[in-house]
């Protein structure tokens, strides 16, 4: 005769486990210099914090690469265009630490790192161990309580290397970044304008917006522009010009490339001030 079979409730173990990283899936624009003409590599993001982005690219990248990387939050406006540098690189895997954020960039990526903090739940693992009992089958309940015990092991067992795997590229990526450096800088050295456009190594064209060109509406919108050491642009704000052509006009100049601005044979951080013109056909 068989005896009944008893089955208990399934158990739930939840991990509390907190990572200051957050799974970040979407398309990821890495622009880098080489030979001074700048080469867009396409990938995706993997995962964002409050001071860098881990990515997949469809290219390799260097540790120390300066780069640019276009890519848009979910619920957080338009897209992001930042400056970063590589800090780990293992085969198509990137760590990107940001550089030279500005306060409102530096502001939504903490407000959006923070708020999924505060809404994501930590992950449960569930595990469903039925308890048999079997009375006059012994041996035969022990060997699958075994194989249950076994089973839940392996699943723990992967999960924890994968995420082993995963925490210890962060750790190097940040072991990397130096310590934060004084938030003071030296005033940007003033050259006029006629001298950087002598130093263009790429330009991008604007886009003329459609609206404005069937209003046609032209003109020249003069921009104040800071560049980096490194030639890269690091800010630009309209001062005049018309306003329907002003954000067309910072898009553009935001991917302009110069030669490095060389004082007493350093590379310094310079101000000056561009033009970009818009007419109709």
Not at 57 to 63: D, F, Y
Not at 69 to 96: S, T
Not at 218 to 231: F, K, N, S
């Amino acid at each position: 005769m068989s005896a009944a079979t008893a089955q208990a409730p399934l158990k739930t173990t939840k991990n509390t486990r907190r990572v200051p990283r957050f799974p970040l899936s979407v398309p990821a624009d890495v622009t880098v210099l080489r030979s001074g003409i700048p080469f867009s590599i396409p990938g995706r993001s993997v995962s964002i914090g409050e001071r860098g982005v881990g990515v997949v690219l469809a290219g390799e990248l260097h540790p120390g690469d300066s780069v640019g990387i276009e890519f848009r939050l979910p619920d957080a406006g338009g897209p992001f265009r930042l400056k970063a540098v590589v800090r780990y690189q293992a085969l198509l895997h990137c760590g990107l630490e940001f550089v030279n954020l500005t306060s409102e960039q530096q502001t939504l990526i903490e407000h959006w790192t923070r708020k999924k903090s505060a809404t994501i739940p930590p992950p449960v693992i569930t595990t469903s161990v039925p308890l048999i009992e079997a009375q006059g089958e012994k041996h035969h309940g022990a060997f699958r309580r075994a194989l249950w015990i076994a089973l839940a092991g392996t699943l723990l067992l992967v999960g924890a290397l994968g995420w082993w795997h995963w925490h210890h590229a962060w750790s190097e990526l940040e072991s990397q970044i130096p310590a934060s450096k004084s938030l003071i800088q030296p005033a940007p050295t003033t050259v006029p304008a006629e001298v950087m456009e002598g130093l263009v190594t790429h330009k991008t064209d604007p886009i003329y917006p459609e609206a404005a060109r069937q209003a046609n509406i032209q003109g020249i919108v003069a921009l104040d522009v800071i560049i980096g050491p490194d030639g890269t642009v690091v800010d630009v704000q309209p001062i005049s010009g018309p306003e329907q052509l002003a954000p067309a006009a910072v898009d553009a100049v935001k991917w302009w490339r110069f030669q490095p601005y060389l004082l007493n044979g350093q590379a310094v951080q310079v101000r000056t001030r561009l033009a970009v013109d818009f007419r109709g056909n």
